[in-house]
């Protein structure tokens, strides 16, 4: 996709460039933005353990992105989910609608977080994590919905000291608008200010922590007819709006934009989003890192030889090694959503 942030000044068009979304895998995405996947999966009741109390016949187990029935096992062999795995210089934001995500990483730090949560982790100079999906819902239904988005870091902080940072969903800002008609908007703000609300901080190494980064994560929903005004982004800004598989088509300054595809929007100056139907929209927004991306699966760096290198020292180090007894630890079936940091410290969302 194209990557010009002001055409749209010569052109007059709210849309610069865009692309029919894959029915399955990763979205295309723009610098500053690396990848971005949206998982729903129809997980049935559990059998208890946090597996699903259902066959697995048909599926190849420990690679299972099969789809069967509504749903996936990914990397995991009972509990579904993605078992320990490095990453390297760059942050993962995982934004979960519904369902819990199992944290453990090599720091020794833990989570469960879901429901509205947002876990964003810098990676850095070497972290391995495990994601799983606990089921822990025997007498119903376990669905899973989230996105998981990577954020590339700059070269002066590939390799930064990991961290992670929870955003609880009672303290991400939710702004619900009605327009003259009486149609409503709600927007999720997961990173960015949006109408002078901002969420909490993220990582102190993050790219969005920049002051000039203008990094925006925003979550809309729209009723049918509903209209929603973007606003006008910092100068070179790119601006990447998604409209969700599931959603009915939208209209953007009178061009129209179909389910299940993505357009690079003008982010120079505010535009109207007008819903066709029930709409969902996730816009992602930032000012372009702008420097060599060299990448080899779970490694994003500036240059082949630092990718090398990474295989290299996680081979000798293990990135801290494993402290876990499972590659895919969880947390049963009556834990709340929790954060144990790696300095030990206990972080709860504030449910008064």
């Known amino acids: 996709m194209a990557n010009d942030a002001d055409s749209s000044v010569e052109s007059g068009t709210a849309v610069l460039d865009r692309a029919p979304l894959p029915s399955a895998g990763p979205w295309p995405t723009v610098d500053p933005f690396l990848f971005c996947v949206h998982h729903i999966d129809a997980y049935p009741a559990s059998d208890g353990r946090l597996a699903p109390d259902a066959s697995l016949d048909g599926r190849s187990i420990g690679n299972d992105f099969s789809a069967l029935e509504g749903w996936n096992m990914y990397h995991g062999a009972a509990v579904p989910g993605f078992p320990q795995h490095p990453h390297r210089g760059f942050e993962t934001v995982t934004f979960v609608r519904q369902g819990l995500v199992d944290h453990a990483d090599s720091m020794g730090a833990t989570a469960r977080y879901g429901e509205g949560d947002v876990q964003w982790l810098t990676a850095g100079g070497g972290i391995v994590h495990s994601e799983m999906f606990p089921l822990v819902h025997a007498d119903r239904d376990n669905p899973l919905e989230m996105f998981q988005i990577w954020l590339n870091l700059p070269s002066a902080s590939k390799m930064a000291t990991p961290h992670f940072a929870m955003l609880w969903a009672e303290d991400v800002p939710t702004i619900e608008s009605t327009d003259d008609s009486g149609r409503r908007t709600a927007v999720t703000v997961i990173a960015g200010e ?159």
């Open 194 to 352: 949006l109408e002078g609300l901002r969420p909490p901080a993220p990582p102190p190494d993050s790219w969005a922590a920049a002051a000039d980064s203008d990094v925006a994560i925003w979550s809309a929903k729209l009723d049918p007819g509903a209209s929603w005004r973007l606003p006008a982004a910092q100068e070179g800004t790119v601006r990447a709006l998604y409209v969700l598989r599931r959603s009915a088509g939208v209209t953007l300054d009178g061009e129209q934009l179909e389910p299940n595809s993505v357009a690079i929007v003008a982010s120079d100056r505010a535009t109207t989003l007008l819903a066709d139907g029930p709409s969902e929209v996730l816009v992602l927004q930032g000012r372009p890192i702008g420097e060599p991306v060299a990448r080899y699966g779970p490694f994003v760096m500036n240059t082949e030889d630092e990718i090398h290198q990474a295989f290299a020292d996680y081979r000798s180090t293990g990135f801290g090694g494993w402290p876990w007894q499972d590659d895919d630890p969880n947390h049963g079936n009556d834990a709340g959503r929790f954060a144990v940091h790696a300095d030990g410290s206990l972080d709860e969302p504030n449910l008064s």
